[in-house]
């Protein structure tokens, strides 16, 4: 079992920034690629970002290349997502997953095994 526990959301002016954090526990965090999700009210889970085990790799959707950037402390057991130039789009709640294989499949939910219960991002206009 891995635990996941997010952090960092709250409420910010377009064009600012937030770091989500998300701290895990029980087996090994290195063993893992660790997803960012997203989801609003009546849409479906939308993958953000996804990083490798060893952090090497990285893997964006197109919306938010350049503004979110995806990392992790294998020491700390934590992944975070850095995020700049922020936009009322991307108000949601954020969950970070846990994923045993890293391969084009990190998009999808279906391929993560631990989920977080998500931290609340809301960007103003």
């Known amino acids: 079992q891995v635990q996941l526990v997010e952090s960092g959301g709250g409420l910010v002016q377009a064009g600012g920034s937030l770091r989500l954090s998300c701290a895990a526990s029980?087996?090994?965090?290195?063993?893992?690629?660790m997803g960012w999700f997203r989801q609003v009210p009546g849409k479906e889970r939308e993958f953000v970002a996804a990083?490798?085990?060893?952090?090497?790799?990285?893997y964006y959707v197109d919306s938010v290349k350049g503004r979110f950037t995806i990392s992790r402390n294998n020491a700390k057991n934590t992944v975070y997502l850095q995020m700049n130039s922020m936009k009322p789009e991307d108000t949601a709640v954020y969950h970070c997953?846990?994923?045993?294989?890293?391969?084009?499949?990190?998009?999808?939910?279906?391929?993560?095994?631990?989920w977080g219960q998500g931290t609340q991002v809301t960007v103003s206009s």
């Open positions: 997953a846990a994923d045993r294989v890293w391969d084009d499949r990190v998009v999808y939910t279906t391929e993560y095994d631990y």
């Open positions: 029980g087996r090994t965090f290195s063993n893992y690629a």
């Open positions: 990083i490798s085990w060893s952090g090497r790799n990285t």
